[in-house]
Every structure is written in structure tokens, then in C-alpha cells.
């Protein structure tokens, strides 16, 4: 039977630290938006108490859930975890997430920080991995920090039993190729420079990456195009469903004209009516 709670309850703290893996669900404001849910693997995550999580975000083809959690007023993120050995059990974290980004190998932007109630203590990346004792991979790029508002616990029963075998090393021996290659002078394997290219925009042209983007509109990288075919999102452009567009301006200016020359007879008659001399002396002799 499912359940829900306020905060995460001391039995499903120390099963959620147990779990190999774990998926992650965000989406854009816009109703035209893709729905975006991405597999997480590997001992990345913890719980700094029973409201907060976070998990280590590496370096990947796309940016979905970070440029998700920048758009403003955004920020929605759900996190699932699902039992495949032992009982069965489904566990989402329902909150809201911030991001903080690693800065990259040659340049250091604004640092990004959080206030307390967003579950950073006014962390940047740094901070928050000196902080917590947080291992930095080569893959690394981001640390997702979430504040839960709603824990759901449910059965798992049609959840299939799968046997763990261990975590893939391909990610982390990419990226340590990657910076093996930079240190020995290759500048085009910085992680900025593929962040520029993989990660500046969303599917929907939402900016992923802030360091990404900067380096993107620095250095001239061209992003990679990403869906394909005639339902494919057409350039880069800004969807909030929350924002005024230029359309939705040239909208408000022609009906605004519209309605004067509408109303213009109707109006003709009392103007004529205020501004009459023997109307204006009635209202000073009163």
C-alpha cells in the first residue's frame, strides 16, 4: 500500500543508501516541453538529513535536468529509487533542485551559491565538496542538491529481481582520457569546451550549462543540434510558458488600437459633453 511523508523516515534513509541506482524526472515550464528522465549509477548520492539529498551529476550528451532546474521558476525535480533484489519497494523524492557546477579548467565563473532553506548552507561546488568529504571524478561537472517536500513509498510487486554485478568505468575513463590530454596540452579536451558543445541548451533551447554557454558565446562553439525531423524544436529559443514574448507584445499593441478606434464614437460624445463650457462652470460653481 503506498504511503506518504513530510520527511524521509529513519527505515527508508538507510534503504536508499543501499540502492545501486536511481532515476531522475524534470521537465520544462512549457507545455510544448520534453518530459526528461535519466538513469543515475554509481555511489554518488547521499542524504544530508531527512528533507535534503544530493547526487553527483557527470558529464553526459545532454542537460536536461540542469537546465530545468535554472529556468526560472522552475526548479521541480523527482527522484526514484526501485529495489531489484530483496523486498520489493518503489521510493520517490518529490522537491525542488539547485544546481552547483564545477568549475572549469580554465575559467572560473561567478560561483553559484544556495541559501540554507534550498539545502546548501550557502555552498558552491567546492565548498560543498570540502564540506561533506565528497569524491571528485574526472566526469564530474555538477552537484544536484534537492529539497524534498513529499516522500511516496509503494510496492515494487511487478518490479523484476536483477543480480548486480558492478558499476561501468567507460564514463569516468572517457573524461580521464579527456583530462590526461589537456594537462599534456591538448586545449580542446577542456571540460568547458565539450560542456560548450553537449551541454549549453535543452532540447527545447533552454540554457543548460552556465560555464558551458559562456564558453559557447566566448569562443564561437556551434552546439550540437540535437532532435531531429519535422517535430523536432526549431532553433534555440527561450519557451517559459510563465513569459511575455515579442508576439504576445505585437498582440496587446494591435488590439489596444483596435479597441480606441472601436470606441471612438462612443467617446466623441461625452468628451463633447465634459468639455462644454456651461458643463465646466456648473462643476466650479459647485
Not at 531527512?50 to 526548479?75: Q, V
Not at 579527456?178 to 551541454?199: H, I, L
Request: include cysteine.
Amino acid at each position: 500500500m503506498g504511503q506518504f511523508f513530510e520527511t524521509i523516515p529513519e527505515y527508508l534513509m538507510k534503504w536508499i543508501l543501499e540502492q545501486k541506482m536511481f532515476w531522475v524526472a524534470t521537465a520544462p515550464l512549457a507545455a510544448s516541453g520534453h518530459v526528461n528522465v535519466s538513469p543515475k549509477g554509481g555511489p554518488y548520492f547521499g542524504l544530508l538529513d531527512d528533507r535534503t539529498f544530493w547526487y553527483m551529476d557527470l558529464t553526459g550528451s545532454g542537460t536536461e535536468t540542469i537546465a530545468h532546474l535554472y529556468e526560472p521558476g522552475n526548479g521541480r525535480i523527482t527522484v526514484m529509487f526501485g529495489s531489484f533484489e530483496g523486498p520489493p519497494r518503489i521510493v520517490r523524492l518529490f522537491g525542488h533542485g539547485t544546481v552547483l557546477e564545477r568549475p572549469g579548467h580554465e575559467t572560473r565563473l561567478i560561483p553559484i551559491r544556495i541559501s540554507p532553506e534550498r539545502g546548501g548552507a550557502g555552498s558552491t561546488f567546492d565548498d560543498f565538496v570540502k564540506k561533506h568529504d565528497v569524491e571528485v571524478i574526472p566526469s564530474s561537472r555538477s552537484i544536484i542538491i534537492v529539497r524534498l517536500h513529499q516522500v511516496a513509498s509503494s510496492c515494487g510487486y511487478s518490479v523484476p529481481f536483477y543480480e548486480f554485478k558492478g558499476f561501468r568505468a567507460t564514463l569516468n575513463e572517457v573524461f580521464a582520457k579527456k583530462e590526461e590530454k589537456f594537462v599534456q596540452g591538448a586545449s580542446d579536451e577542456s571540460r568547458e569546451r565539450y560542456w560548450a558543445y553537449r551541454n549549453s541548451y535543452s532540447v527545447d533551447g533552454l540554457p543548460g550549462m552556465r560555464i558551458g554557454y559562456e564558453t559557447h558565446k566566448r569562443e564561437g562553439i556551434a552546439p550540437i543540434e540535437k532532435m531531429v525531423g519535422p517535430a523536432a524544436p526549431r532553433g534555440y529559443a527561450y519557451r517559459n510558458s510563465r513569459s511575455f514574448s515579442a508576439w504576445h507584445l505585437v498582440l496587446v499593441a494591435v488590439l489596444s488600437v483596435l479597441c480606441t478606434v472601436l470606441s471612438f464614437p462612443l467617446l466623441v460624445p461625452l468628451l463633447q459633453r465634459i468639455y462644454d463650457p456651461a458643463v465646466l462652470s456648473s462643476f466650479r460653481s459647485s
